[in-house]
C-alpha cells in the first residue's frame, strides 16, 4: 500500500488567500485525522472522522477552518481565509480505529506558510 | 481528559550511550500508551505501544518501554545509542483505545559522535 497520501508537501500563500489540503487514507481505514504541528503547540487534534462521518472537531481553532471527508478514500482540510498565524505543518492520519488500538497511519505533511 | 507531559524538549546522548526519554500521562482510565519518532521532514511512524498485558514493551530499532502505573510513567529506552536515532520522539496517550490520540510536545534527540 502507498501509506497515507497528502498533497500539497509545500504550499505558500499570501494572507487572505483560501488554502486546500487534501489527504488520501490508506484503504480500508475507517478513520481519519488532522493534526496541526507548530513549535509552540507541539502537534494538535483538528477533527477526525469515523466511517466519512465527522465525530469531534473542537479542536478547529476557527470557523475559518473547515473539513470534509466525502468518500472513504478522500478528504480535505480547507481555511478561508488564511493568516500568518496559521503556519504549521498539517498531517492526516488514518487508522482502523480511533483510539489507535490499531496503529496510527501518518502521511508526510503539508508544510503551510501564511505571508 | 487524558494528557501527556514530556520531560525535556531536547535530550543529547554520546553514540553508544543510554538512550532514556521521559513520559508522564494522565488518564481517567487504563490508558493506551504509545511513542512515535518522527525524523527530519516526515511523518510520525510508530515505535511500540502498550494497550494491555506485559508491561515491557519492545519496538523497532532496539527501543522500549515500561508502563508503570503507579508512577504514570511510560519511559523509552535503549542500552546504545546510533547516530540514525536522531530524531524528534512523541508519547501519546488513548482512553482505553476509545479516543483518539493526544501528543506530548515532544523530545529532540541528538547523538553525538
Known amino acids: 500500500d502507498a501509506g497515507v497520501i497528502q498533497s500539497p508537501r509545500h504550499e505558500v500563500t499570501e494572507m487572505g488567500q483560501e488554502v486546500t489540503l487534501r489527504c488520501k487514507p490508506i484503504s480500508g481505514h475507517n478513520s481519519l485525522f488532522w493534526y496541526r504541528q507548530t513549535m509552540m503547540r507541539g502537534l494538535e487534534l483538528l477533527i477526525y472522522?469515523?466511517?466519512?462521518?465527522?465525530?469531534?472537531d473542537s479542536g478547529m481553532p476557527e470557523d475559518r477552518f473547515s473539513a470534509k471527508m466525502p468518500n472513504a478514500s478522500f478528504s480535505t482540510l480547507k481555511i478561508q481565509p488564511s493568516e500568518p498565524r496559521d503556519s504549521a505543518v498539517y498531517f492526516c492520519a488514518s487508522s482502523f480505529r480511533i483510539g489507535g488500538a490499531g496503529e496510527l497511519f501518518f502521511g508526510e505533511g503539508s508544510r503551510l506558510t501564511v505571508l | 481528559a487524558q494528557s501527556v507531559t514530556q520531560l525535556g524538549s531536547h535530550v543529547s546522548v554520546s553514540e553508544g550511550a543510554l538512550v532514556l526519554l521521559r513520559c508522564n500521562y494522565s488518564s481517567s482510565v487504563p490508558p493506551y500508551l504509545f511513542w512515535y519518532v518522527q525524523y527530519p521532514n516526515q511523518g510520525l511512524q510508530l515505535l511500540l505501544k502498550?494497550?494491555?498485558?506485559?508491561?515491557l514493551v519492545k519496538g523497532i530499532n532496539g527501543f522500549e518501554a515500561e508502563f508503570k502505573k503507579s508512577e504514570t510513567s511510560f519511559h523509552l529506552t535503549k542500552p546504545s545509542a546510533h547516530m540514525s536515532d536522531a530524531a524528534e520522539y512523541f508519547c501519546a496517550v488513548s482512553d482505553q483505545g476509545n479516543t483518539p490520540l493526544v501528543f506530548g510536545k515532544g523530545t529532540r534527540l541528538s547523538v553525538i559522535a
Open positions: 472522522f469515523n466511517n466519512n462521518v465527522p465525530i469531534d
Open positions: 502498550y494497550t494491555t498485558g506485559a508491561t
